[in-house]
């Protein structure tokens, strides 16, 4: 017995170092691609020196002898922090995930390459000014200065993730920086889900009034009615079953909802108390580790410019110089467009045009796959645009047979002179300049928000399609592509875009609400981001009479829904304080509780309070309750609240309050019983995951933000290590924005939100404030990988001056860039 316990406890001991000696072997590749910040390398393709000088988070700040050497210093700093959030990137907007991650990437692969974002990408470097061609090649050779240095040192292939997944790194080229801009339009654009989407609840509605009900316009005058789609194509089918996109992490594909958002104000000298211009900006996108942002400081000839770019692109989006300070907002301009072509039905190989049948612009594409054959796609192009399959966005379920969907989209540009248009402007001296320069932004469509030293403005720069006042469907619903008057018309002149220079009343902002009310065609858009946040920015910024940073810093991290004000009062109006005294332990006592707490409750979307989840629940179990009965299956589209439809069914705007009757029962139910209901549906839900104590539960436990490695955060163990999750406050409609999942069994969790925060005071520049949500790093064995996550978290921000000296004071480390013999 004593010799089979000595031979037990040797056989554990081994196992133990053998566990032992694997991790330390791990943790040893891995750290071998840690960057050393304190040294000086030889490279190729510099003139003369550039020195990196790492502030105490970690921000670099480049100093080259001349702008190209300064984008080679900025491709070096990339490569070191964010290779591998760069490599995918790439590999996204190229279509080939598959090449690495074998089967679960194909769809997104295949939808990708249908786009052809890359090819488009690379016809458009011949376009870009001299100046911006001089970057991209001098940005493109710091990056692949840094592949060289890994090659040839052994700096463990550059990032951990390469040991897992075989990802050979090819040179970095000037159509890469490009198609990283195309990958975010692709990120932000929305227009193409909600045409599908209302062409489809269209289909299923009998009362076509609900419609603008489910699917409300943002309030404003002079939006006309718009055709059912049946009677623009009677053929199309009616219930069919929807295919969803693509879920897996590296998918760019934005769910419904979630395709951007963003906050920015500014105030003029006469609403500033410093008497200099103000500027807040706190761009949203989906949550990740490392966080899509990355702080920089660059040192051009014009003067030095700080503030956030994204890894691949040589640009700072949204920072400021000395003089200027820019911000950007998802501006939801509709540059989306769905065509239904019609096919010969004697040629499969051509579709209708105003002139008659005309053959498809084709072209093969393969897809390599790991582990697979590989999948030969042709891809299809009509005079509208690529042609999508059925299985992507639900298409099969309206188009009509005989019939294919070609997308119609800004970004499909292979003319594409936003990067010149993004460095143009990180050189522009005034508010005014950056306006006109803004003619050269394609895709994304955004809000520029501007300060300079005395003035502010805001414009809408990106191309928006001009339509024919006669299309059918006001670009709202798929239209026929063979009919001229369905047809764009090239681009809108860029005067006509909306802009707002030196407002009387000295604010200006957007948080992605309505800007303005035009008839159709000039309209912009009829979708919105928001209708809801404005209302709490407008009493902010008018509460006071002039603005500090302190201020606009409070409005960012602003957590009251003027949403829950609003409706609970509505869907509960019958249920205060009503009802006899219920028995500790019942439902009905539970209803109870939960109505007095939300009855003293301000609206703050506290992450420590538990009326926020209360609220939360109970709204959302209410409108699934409402659409289940009318929507059947397609109610698992709405997946987010949508106030004003809830707010028209409990006014009863247009006889709305019929959706709380269930057409399939009996009895005729009012909106009071369907609150109450939807209630004791949240009260259960809630009790089954945090517990029955109401007045012990935190928002914050269901609100976590998620900032998930998008290739490691799902590994066991290794998971633990490198997803960064964080209790917030704040919801879908406060302006500290954190939208929820909506996706069982987390539906809180917060996924998309202000992964940058940035407030500039232009009486005193170098006071201003920057803050993202994760780190620096992407290598999540450096201390800089979350270094900032907690500061995010509690509403801090960190310093950043264009101050030399105060970045060399506090320096990590700088790093010498010397050019090679």
């Not at 909306?498 to 303005?516: D, E």
């Not at 809830?646 to 369907?674: F, K, L, P, Q």
């Amino acid at each position: 017995m004593a010799l089979l316990f000595r031979w037990l406890m040797r056989l554990a001991a081994g196992l133990i170092a053998l566990v032992v000696a694997s991790v330390a072997l791990i943790y040893y590749l891995a750290g071998q691609s840690l960057p050393d910040y304190d040294q000086t390398v030889d490279v190729q393709g510099l003139s003369a020196p550039v020195e990196i000088v790492r502030d105490n988070a970690n921000v670099p700040h480049i100093f080259g002898a001349n702008d190209p050497d300064t984008y080679f210093g900025l491709g070096y700093a990339h490569a070191q922090d964010r290779l591998w959030q760069m490599t995918i990137f790439r590999r996204t907007v190229q279509g080939r995930l598959s090449e690495v991650f074998g089967e679960r990437t194909v769809r997104i692969d295949r939808l990708l390459r249908r786009l052809d974002l890359y090819r488009l990408a690379q016809q458009s470097v011949s376009v870009q000014t001299d100046y911006t061609q001089a970057a991209l090649q001098a940005y493109s050779a710091g990056v692949n200065a840094r592949l060289a240095e890994i090659n040839e040192e052994a700096l463990g292939r550059g990032a951990p993730e390469m040991f897992l997944f075989n990802a050979p790194v090819a040179p970095w080229q000037p159509a890469d920086s490009i198609a990283i801009i195309k990958l975010m339009s692709l990120q932000l654009s929305g227009h193409l889900e909600e045409e599908v989407l209302r062409a489809r609840t269209s289909l299923m509605l009998n009362d076509s009034k609900k419609l603008i009900d489910i699917l409300p316009d943002t309030p404003g005058t002079g939006i006309a009615a718009l055709p059912e789609y049946a009677m623009i194509f009677p053929e199309a089918p009616r219930f069919a079953q929807s295919i969803p996109m693509p879920s897996d992490p590296l998918s760019p594909f934005p769910a419904r909802g979630l395709a951007g958002a963003s906050n920015a104000w500014t105030a003029a000298p006469s609403r500033s108390a410093s008497g200099g211009t103000l500027l807040a900006n706190d761009p949203h996108l989906g949550f990740n580790a490392p966080t899509t942002w990355y702080l920089a400081r660059l040192e051009l000839s014009k003067g030095g410019v700080i503030g956030a770019s994204i890894p691949g692109l040589p640009a700072i989006l949204t920072g400021r110089s000395d003089r200027l300070g820019w911000g950007v907002t998802s501006s939801y301009a509709d540059d989306q467009d769905l065509f239904i072509e019609r096919l010969n039905p004697e040629n499969p190989e051509e579709y209708l045009t105003p002139d008659g049948y005309k053959t498809f612009e084709t072209r093969p594409a393969i897809i390599e796959i790991k582990d697979a054959r590989p999948i030969t796609l042709t891809l299809r192009w009509t005079e509208n645009g690529p042609v999508l399959p059925g299985s992507h966005y639900s298409l099969s379920t309206i188009t009509p047979p005989g019939h294919l969907v070609a997308l119609g989209w800004s970004a499909l540009s292979p003319k594409d002179t936003t990067l010149s248009a993004a460095l143009d402007l990180m050189q522009s001296k005034s508010v005014r300049e950056a306006i006109a320069i803004g003619e050269g932004f394609i895709s994304p469509s955004l809000n520029l928000s501007l300060a300079d030293k005395t003035d502010i403005g805001m414009k809408l720069v990106g191309a928006v399609p001009r339509r024919d006042a006669r299309h059918q469907s006001k670009g709202r619903l798929p239209s026929q592509g063979w009919r001229i008057a369905n047809r764009w018309q090239g681009r809108a002149p860029y005067a006509a875009n909306p802009q707002f220079v030196s407002p009387r009343g000295g604010l200006l902002g957007n948080t992605n609400n309505k800007l303005i009310e035009r008839p159709f065609p000039n309209h912009v858009s009829y979708i919105w981001g928001d209708s809801q946040r404005i209302q709490r920015w407008q009493r902010l910024m008018q509460s006071r009479q002039v603005h500090t940073r302190d201020s606009f810093i409070e409005a960012q991290l602003d957590p009251v829904s003027s949403t829950a004000r609003s409706l609970l009062p509505l869907i509960g109006a019958d249920l205060w304080f009503t009802g006899e005294a219920a028995p500790e332990g019942t439902p009905a006592r539970q209803r109870q509780i939960a109505l007095a707490l939300l009855a003293d409750w301000n609206g703050e979307m506290n992450e420590h309070l538990p009326e926020p989840l209360i609220y939360a629940a109970w709204i959302r179990a209410l409108q699934q309750r409402l659409v289940a009965d009318e929507l059947g299956p397609l109610a698992e589209e709405f997946k987010h609240v949508e106030p004003l439809f809830i707010e028209r069914v409990y006014r009863n705007v247009d006889g709305a309050a019929s959706w709380c009757n269930v057409r399939h029962s009996a009895a005729e139910e009012t909106c009071t019983e369907m609150a109450r209901l939807a209630l004791d549906d949240a009260l259960i839900w809630i009790s089954e995951r945090y517990g029955t104590a109401l007045e012990s539960l935190r928002w914050g436990d269901a609100h976590q933000a998620t900032h998930d490695h998008l290739t490691l955060g799902k590994v066991p163990v290794l998971r633990y290590f490198v997803n960064i999750r964080q209790s917030t406050s704040g919801g879908d409609n406060t302006l500290q924005r954190g939208r929820t999942s909506g996706e069982d069994p987390f539906p809180f969790q917060n996924v998309h939100g202000a992964g940058y925060r940035g407030v500039y005071d232009f009486a005193d520049p170098n006071s201003s404030v920057f803050i993202s949500s994760t780190g620096q790093s992407g290598h999540f064995l450096s201390r800089y990988y979350d270094d900032l996550a907690q500061l995010w978290r509690r509403g801090e921000y960190i310093p950043m001056s264009l101050d030399t000296n105060l970045a060399r004071a506090a320096a990590v480390g700088i790093t010498t860039l010397t050019p090679k013999n």
